[in-house]
């Protein structure tokens, strides 16, 4: 069985500041790690994906998370974070696609 | 290409009532997921489906649920009779492949609220 857990239900952040979104997994099998987001009044859209190789992965729009296979994390980064980046944000793991509850950033000026 | 798209994106209904969800996956996507997200806590999966048949539905939560792809285009999710536990976000999401490097992609969801 497969589970997720999202530590933060809300992360408030001003323009240009950093922010983490903190997930960790639980799987008796090998994992593919995702994070996906939903923006208001839109369905999730796919940010970034773990399957193998580099723990590092990116996104076009400047996130970037770390598989750390010791800790079962796959926190969710961002150096220096929009008002476009107002979103709910979930971590998911294969294979039905386990998802967290999610964690709503918002972004204020 | 049109994206998955649901209907309706709300609806309110009484206890005891009767509701159909539509979900019209991208065409050409053999999968099609339902999945539902309760009262702000994790989307959890109920089924999906290869085509018209159902592949696994191990996530449907008991016989008042029942989905169908008749013909292997749209998907319904019919609740009867609903209750009150029934409210919640119900996203469908469809792929063409299956597995991991098959990206899901999702319809803007069905807001279900039973009074």
């Known amino acids: 069985a497969q589970s997720v857990t999202q530590l933060d239900s809300q992360v408030p952040v001003f323009e240009e500041a950093p922010v983490e979104l903190r997930c960790n997994y639980s799987s008796s099998v090998s994992v593919y790690l995702f994070w996906y987001v939903q923006y208001p009044n839109q369905g999730l859209q796919l940010l970034l994906k773990y399957l193998s190789g580099s723990t590092l992965v990116e996104s076009i729009n400047g996130f970037e998370a770390e598989f750390n296979k010791s800790q079962t994390s796959f926190h969710l980064r961002k150096p220096s974070v929009h008002i476009s980046d107002t979103a709910e944000y979930f971590c998911a793991v294969t294979g039905q696609l386990s998802f967290g509850a999610g964690t709503t950033v918002t972004v204020r000026a | 290409e049109a994206g998955v798209t649901q209907f309706p994106s709300h609806s309110v209904i009484e206890k005891g009532q009767t509701v159909t969800l539509r979900c019209d996956p991208i065409?050409?996507?053999?999968?099609l997921y339902w999945y539902r997200r309760v009262m702000g806590k994790e989307i959890k999966f109920l089924l999906h489906f290869v085509k018209e048949s159902k592949q696994d539905e191990s996530g449907m939560p008991n016989n008042r649920f029942l989905a169908e792809r008749t013909g292997g285009t749209y998907s319904t999710l019919k609740v009867q009779p609903a209750e009150l536990e029934d409210s919640g976000v119900y996203f469908c999401?469809?792929?063409?492949?299956?597995?991991?490097?098959?990206?899901?992609?999702f319809g803007n969801g069905t807001r279900l609220t039973v009074t």
């Open positions: 065409s050409g996507h053999d999968n």
């Open positions: 999401a469809s792929s063409q492949g299956y597995g991991y490097n098959s990206p899901l992609h």
